[in-house]
């Protein structure tokens, strides 16, 4: 069309300069045309940018969406189902027999490289999302959970729990304090558990991570096994262990841990739930309470305790 446009100018009967003239206005108009209608374009592509930036901003889901998108990625139920406790074998596996337990293969079969990238996937899956649940940074957290799966290959006992008793009781915050003196990430009261610290430094190592990940990972195993079930253990954990109730510090311990086994499973488990994120929520320990010396029952139920 353009193309007939200028024939028709140079048959017409027009002078050579108003021919000229005709032709310049019209190659810039379109010039113009072409401009205005790609930077009508660039709006259009940056408000549509702008306003997906917002939603992923308002909705961290979506960011988890956009990046996650993979074959491992299974479309999250519609409704959760009911927690069941995790059994004594899963949480603390019998070592393995014979002298392999301690050599180190220099060259890893096809299947143990695939466990331990599948290992290394899994701690990604679960870092990401406790850094996003309880807003810590995530170089921090990858920090914790790596020391929370060394500690629970080293004593036998399932990461996924430990990194469950964690979140519940102090939000990832190693420096968290309860009013009682329960102290670090497990909130172990190093008062009672000095012994346990002596070779980490003293009590004063409650607030290093890796030691109190350590302490609080072999307390909550021994009382597991004392109990006999992981509710029960927790109860005791938790210092309810003579109480009719543990005011439900089980039931979010074993929520957290049921989330945190849809992640390591692949599965897109939101970070954000109608009931906020519990941070030291757990009923005040009887057996802590002790080191306060407030009544004699605090005294009692602590000995049964320890």
């Not at 113009?32 to 660039?42: E, M, P, Y």
């Amino acid at each position: 069309m353009f193309q007939r446009f200028i024939l028709a100018v140079q048959e017409s009967g027009l002078s050579a300069a108003d021919k000229r003239h005709t032709l310049t206005l019209v190659a810039r108009d379109t010039t113009n045309g072409f401009i205005a209608t790609a930077r009508h374009l660039l709006t259009i592509l940056g408000v549509a940018a702008i306003a997906a930036l917002a939603m992923m901003f308002i909705n961290p889901e979506l960011t988890d969406k956009f990046r996650d998108l993979s074959p491992y990625t299974i479309a999250e139920e519609a409704e959760e189902e009911p927690v069941a406790p995790p059994s004594l074998a899963t949480l603390m596996p019998a070592p393995a027999q014979g002298s392999a337990d301690t050599a180190i293969q220099k060259i890893a079969t096809p299947d143990e490289d695939a466990r331990i990238l599948g290992n290394q996937r899994q701690q990604q899956w679960v870092t990401r999302w406790l850094a996003k649940r309880y807003r810590v940074a995530n170089d921090a957290t990858n920090m914790l959970v790596s020391a929370a799966y060394l500690t629970a290959k080293e004593i036998k006992l399932d990461p996924l729990l430990i990194l469950s008793v964690m979140a519940i009781e102090s939000g990832l915050n190693p420096f968290a304090e309860s009013p009682v003196g329960a102290q670090g990430l497990m909130q172990v009261m190093s008062k009672v558990h000095h012994d346990k610290f002596q070779e980490m430094g003293g009590v004063k190592a409650a607030l290093n991570p890796v030691a109190n990940i350590k302490v609080g990972a072999l307390i909550l195993k021994d009382y597991v096994a004392r109990a006999g079930s992981v509710e029960a253990g927790l109860k005791m954990y938790v210092g309810a262990a003579d109480a009719d109730s543990d005011a439900g510090y089980g039931s979010r311990v074993l929520t957290e841990y049921k989330r945190l086994k849809d992640v390591s499973a692949g599965k897109n488990v939101p970070t954000f739930f109608a009931a906020a994120p519990a941070q030291n929520l757990a009923p005040a320990r009887k057996a802590d309470s002790n080191e306060a010396k407030t009544t004699a029952d605090s005294k009692k139920e602590q000995i049964a305790a320890l």
